[in-house]
């Protein structure tokens, strides 16, 4: 079946520091993949996206990295602040664009360390 | 733009109750969803919808119901609340096809006791 998986549940990091969030999916037919960053008590919010003709998109402070070989998706936050602490799901369309469905992530929590 | 909008933010249901959650747009989307996040778990997609008067289930759609009457609203119907039920429940719209970025609501969270 599909899955949409984070290699780390708890991610701890100092802020000023850069994090980087992990992901692997399992879908080869995926071609477009997401990020959504969750904070305490709201609905996701869109932090960037990629699509599979792509290995790097950025942002602003962040960028998300492709690595389709291994089936790899990761986001770094540059100078992690209290702010960027959050839930961060991964998401793919793994329908392959047969439908507007994301399968999402179980998530990774990021705690800034002042 | 309002964006997603839900109501009502928290409910407490008693076994068997039902409720409708409300869901309305205002950036004329295409799309509409309906998940639920348990805790410490990611989303579940429990029904969508790609147009006025065309709903389709999702991953997890035993227990509920949905309409989409018109492109703005999207309700979703609990007819016989039961405890597996408790959850925090979003809605997302998107704006087309191949458009795969989902605005999300900002929940509400349901307690069935």
């Known amino acids: 079946g599909e899955n949409v998986g984070l290699h780390l549940p708890t991610l701890s990091v100092q802020e000023g520091d850069n994090s980087i969030i992990n992901c692997a999916y399992s879908?080869?037919?995926?071609?477009?993949f997401i990020w959504y960053k969750q904070e305490s008590g709201k609905g996701p919010q869109f932090i960037i996206d990629?699509?599979?003709?792509?290995d790097k998109r950025q942002g602003q402070r962040v960028t998300v990295l492709l690595n389709k070989t291994v089936k790899h998706l990761s986001l770094q936050i540059a100078a992690t602040q209290p702010g960027d602490s959050a839930v961060y799901f991964c998401?793919?369309?793994?329908?392959?664009?047969?439908?507007?469905?994301?399968?999402f992530g179980t998530g990774t929590l990021l705690a800034v360390q002042p | 733009n309002a964006g997603v909008t839900q109501t009502p933010k928290f409910r407490i249901l008693k076994i068997g109750q039902s409720m409708t959650l409300q869901c309305a747009q205002d950036?004329?989307?295409?799309?509409m969803y309906w998940y639920r996040q348990d805790p410490g778990m990611g989303l579940k997609l429990i029904y969508y919808?790609?147009?006025?008067?065309?709903?389709d289930k999702g991953e997890v759609p035993n227990g509920y119901n949905v309409s989409r009457s018109t492109t703005e609203d999207f309700p979703l119907r609990l007819e016989l609340a039961a405890p597996s039920q408790t959850s925090v429940y979003f809605c997302?719209?998107?704006?087309?096809?191949?458009?795969?970025?989902?605005?999300f609501g900002p929940g509400t969270r349901l307690t069935v006791t």
């Open positions: 997302a719209s998107s704006l087309q096809w191949q458009d795969y970025e989902q605005y």
């Open positions: 879908n080869s037919a995926s071609d477009y």
């Open positions: 990629i699509r599979s003709n792509m």
């Open positions: 998401a793919e369309n793994s329908a392959g664009g047969a439908t507007n469905k994301l399968i």
């Open positions: 950036m004329n989307h295409n799309y």
């Open positions: 919808s790609v147009g006025a008067g065309i709903t």
